[in-house]
């Protein structure tokens, strides 16, 4: 048990490594590898300093984000549906052309839940890799639509992320003897974030093709 910390340490260099060179080039993968390995929270958890669950934590955040990014490279930005509606059905439609169209986004997509779904069986404060990205892709959807960009992939992507990571976590904090669903310490912040996410998911899909003004006027 005392060696797992150092497994999870080493292990989280490739990730980080991956990151930076699939995104940058492969220089900069060696120099995050190694900015990585000797920095200074990172060494200190070790198992000869601070032997806790951090090491674990960092190696599934870090892969979670890692798997996020590679959903959102082969997302593209093409127009899956001619037309959209605010409507139910419009989602639907959405998500089944995503499965059919872009297979590889949405497994990817489906890998960064489970990775974040593993950290929230472990630590409670989870939330804050979601809410990382959650940022950027509210910003995201924000550019595309001054850009007259589809963002439509990019919502089911990320509601799928979500819902994986939701799946996993929901039995653990629903449970009677812990009853952290709508707690502020557990699973509430999550939730939060899922409801803002179907938010934005209906009205920049179903008003897509409206005037951006319009759509940022209703989304206000």
């Known amino acids: 048990m005392l060696a797992l910390p150092a497994v999870y340490?080493?292990?989280?260099?490739?990730?980080?490594a991956a990151i930076a060179r699939e995104h940058v080039n492969e220089k900069a993968g060696v120099v995050a590898a190694w900015l990585?390995?000797?920095m200074p929270a990172h060494v200190s958890h070790s198992t000869f300093a601070l032997a806790d669950h951090d090491a674990f934590i960092m190696l599934f955040l870090t892969m979670g984000f890692?798997?996020?990014?590679?959903?959102?490279?082969?997302?593209?930005?093409d127009r899956l549906l001619r037309n959209t509606s605010p409507s139910i059905s419009t989602l639907i439609d959405s998500f089944s052309a995503v499965a059919h169209q872009r297979t590889a986004a949405?497994?990817?997509?489906?890998?960064?839940?489970?990775?974040?779904?593993?950290?929230?069986l472990g630590?409670?404060?989870?939330v804050v890799g979601p809410s990382i990205l959650f940022l950027a892709y509210a910003l995201q959807v924000a550019l595309n639509m001054f850009r007259r960009r589809d963002s439509t992939t990019l919502n089911v992507l990320f509601i799928s992320m979500l819902a994986?990571?939701?799946?996993?976590?929901?039995?653990?904090?629903?449970?009677?003897?812990?009853?952290?669903?709508?707690?502020?310490?557990?699973?509430?912040?999550?939730?939060?974030i899922?409801?803002?996410?179907?938010?934005?998911a209906f009205i920049t899909t179903g008003f897509r093709d409206k005037p951006w003004l319009l759509v940022l006027g209703v989304l206000v």
């Open 9 to 16: 340490g080493a292990l989280t260099i490739l990730p980080v």
């Open 36 to 38: 990585i390995a000797f």
């Open 66 to 77: 890692m798997y996020w990014l590679k959903a959102v490279k082969y997302a593209g930005s």
């Open 106 to 120: 949405l497994s990817y997509a489906v890998l960064a839940g489970v990775s974040f779904g593993v950290v929230s």
């Open 123 to 126: 630590w409670k404060g989870f």
């Open 164 to 192: 994986v990571n939701l799946l996993m976590a929901l039995p653990f904090y629903a449970h009677p003897q812990l009853n952290l669903v709508t707690d502020g310490t557990g699973l509430q912040p999550f939730l939060f």
């Open 194 to 200: 899922i409801v803002f996410t179907l938010t934005l």
